[in-house]
């Protein structure tokens, strides 16, 4: 009697730790299932494409197509590393990146930091609507902008001060107008992000700065700054790290591909894109392919500098 | 009272500045009202600028007088981003919920897998390649929606808003005997209302403003955007200027019944009414933008 309750009670936890264990399997399947859309999706536009970077080392052909087409080594490297191309667009992502990282941050502490002094409400929420107007624009938009202000014949910027100068001829200035305006979209964004940083910042820390003597520039520079250090340093390594990614957007549109203007606005993606418009699949791929590797590279080394900095903002 | 001064004196410089900056974000969108309102003559003598000579509407006139390609350019890009943004939501909570759930042995794999792509990729030409003679994509809506379905990104927000739900739910559904997909559907997909307004907005924000797609693969007009409808008409306007310079007549005008416009003020005129609407009613969305990138510490 005693034997049967005691087997009774054995199993009747065992069978519930089977059951359990059954419908975890279940669970799993379904889990896993969830998981078939994104994995179809991941392989047919991500890993099939990563596969296609072969034609890179081939001479394209249409009939041929991305398997059938003939080896030939590394000629289309050559090609694009004989070519002054390659220096100039190399120069001019990396440069524009650099440029992109210094004024993205500044002007986006610096707005964040005053905006966090406002004490209107209605006055805040104004600024940042506004600020946030071109987030919302396309880059397309944005372009109809800078034409208004730089066409030659009727643009605000020669009617305004009586000057004749043909923007869209002139490469000297597509420096200062395209880090101006990669600013400008940018900038209600990326302030969003460090006033919301800011605003975590406990308020007995600035109380007790005041019943110290400080002064609001002292304020800011031993307490507010200091709060935004990870922040900021997080996004100049990514940026670092997305070095030779060139925004395709503001290079493409804003300079509305102008073919004068090449030697200061062609970045790498611009040059990609009329490599594929132009049938020149081989040579182009190849850049492209260059490209991913030593972005690849750059943003392992970035990540690993994040990782001793603040490992817990690390990307992997 | 010294300090109180002092106060008011450094808030009124702060608004100063902050107003002549957001000035910098409020009158190129003027110039681009009045640029479309401008009239011929005033365009002539002035230019563009951010209060006409004379107004005319001659403009709108010209472009509702044909609006069939707008009309077009509308039926693709609302069509488009409100599938992608459906869709691409969808798939992407449905990625990141097994993601999120402790137990799931493939987690760390699939992270991988998924994160991957963000770090290397093939190039814009073998993608192009594969999507128009692999997949004979190109030149159809499903070129919008499909490659750009799932965002790992995206994914990454999701399953850490996930993370955040409060445990007692999965446990006490399941101790009710609830599979994993009814948690799903029924208590996980209604408490994140928040990240998936968010994640929705922002890919139809993309959509919306996507002009790269058509560039690349659409051919026949209808099939187009509205913002690559008006990146080809600024580009083609300035083609026919280019050709009035060059046989040396002046600028050309468009009839319109009586009225005339200048083809550089129905370009401005077709951004207005292409690209108007959506800038009315994004910033009120505004605070779903801003939340999807404060939701912080995303790890891969």
């Not at chain 1, 969003?192 to 406990?202: E, S, T």
């Not at chain 2, 987690?107 to 004979?136: A, D, E, H």
């Not at chain 2, 990240?195 to 659409?218: P, S």
Request: net charge neutral.
């Amino acid at each position: 009697m005693s034997s049967l309750t005691k087997s009774m009670k054995q199993s009747a936890p065992e069978k519930a730790l089977r059951a359990k264990r059954g419908a975890q399997r279940k669970d799993i399947m379904l889990l896993t299932c969830m998981l078939l859309p994104s994995f179809i999706y991941y392989i047919v536009f991500h890993y099939l494409p990563m596969c296609g970077i072969v034609i890179a080392f081939k001479d394209y052909t249409y009939s041929g197509g991305m398997f059938g087409s003939d080896w030939n080594g590394f000629k289309n490297f050559e090609y694009f590393f004989t070519s002054t191309d390659a220096w100039v667009i190399t120069r001019n992502t990396i440069l524009y990146n650099l440029v992109a990282i210094v004024s993205t941050v500044t002007t986006n502490v610096a707005i964040a930091l005053v905006l966090f002094e406002v004490s209107s409400r209605k006055a805040l929420k104004y600024y940042q609507t506004t600020m946030l107007l071109p987030n919302f624009m396309s880059w397309v938009v944005v372009s109809y902008i800078t034409y208004a202000l730089f066409d030659y014949d009727y643009g605000v910027i020669n009617h305004m001060f009586g000057t004749d100068i043909n923007f869209y001829a002139e490469p000297v200035y597509w420096p200062f107008i395209l880090s101006f305006v990669n600013v400008w979209k940018g900038i209600g964004m990326g302030s969003v992000m460090y006033y919301a940083a800011l605003m975590g910042i406990d308020t007995e820390l600035f109380e007790a700065a005041k019943i110290d003597g400080a002064n609001k520039w002292q304020q800011i520079w031993h307490i507010s700054i200091p709060s935004l250090k990870n922040i900021m340093a997080v996004l100049i390594i990514m940026g670092t790290g997305n070095i030779f990614r060139g925004d395709f957007g503001l290079f493409y549109q804003i300079p509305m591909d102008v073919g004068n203007l090449y030697s200061v606005t062609d970045v790498i993606d611009t040059y990609v894109y009329r490599g594929l418009s132009g049938g020149e699949y081989g040579s182009t791929a190849a850049v492209g392919l260059f490209q991913s590797v030593v972005g690849l590279f750059t943003i392992i080394c970035a990540n690993s500098v994040v990782k001793k900095i603040s490992p817990e903002s690390a990307m992997f | 009272m010294l300090k109180n001064r002092a106060y008011y004196r450094s808030q009124a410089i702060i608004n100063v500045v902050m107003v002549l900056i957001s000035m910098l974000f409020v009158l190129p969108l003027i110039l681009l009202i009045s640029s479309s309102l401008t009239d011929a003559e005033a365009l002539k003598d002035g230019g563009y600028s951010l209060i006409p000579r004379s107004f005319s509407l001659a403009a709108y006139q010209s472009i509702f007088s044909n609006p069939q390609q707008i009309i077009d350019g509308y039926k693709t890009t609302i069509f488009v981003s409100v599938t992608a943004a459906l869709a691409g939501t969808f798939v992407m909570c449905l990625t990141a919920y097994p993601l999120s759930r402790s137990y799931f042995p493939m987690k760390k794999v699939y992270n991988w897998f998924i994160f991957f792509p963000m770090l290397f990729s093939g190039g814009m030409i073998p993608s192009y390649i594969i999507n128009t003679q692999y997949l004979n994509l190109d030149n159809t809506y499903w070129i919008y929606i499909l490659p750009a379905l799932c965002s790992t990104w995206n994914v990454i927000i999701i399953k850490t808003f996930f993370l955040g739900l409060p445990n007692e739910i999965f446990e006490s559904a399941k101790i009710d005997g609830a599979s994993e997909l009814s948690i799903f559907f029924r208590f996980v997909l209604p408490l994140s209302k928040p990240v998936i307004a968010t994640m929705a907005l922002t890919t139809l924000l993309g959509k919306w403003n996507d002009w790269n797609t058509a560039l690349l693969y659409i051919r026949d007009t209808e099939l187009y955007s509205l913002q690559y409808l008006l990146q080809r008409i600024l580009r083609e306007a300035e083609f026919i200027k280019q050709m009035s310079y060059n046989t040396e007549i002046n600028m050309g005008m468009i009839d319109v019944g009586s009225q005339q416009a200048a083809p550089e003020v129905i370009r401005y005129a077709m951004c207005i009414v292409a690209a108007g609407p959506a800038l009315c009613i994004f910033p009120f969305f505004q605070k779903y933008f801003a939340k999807g990138l404060t939701v912080g510490s995303v790890k891969g």
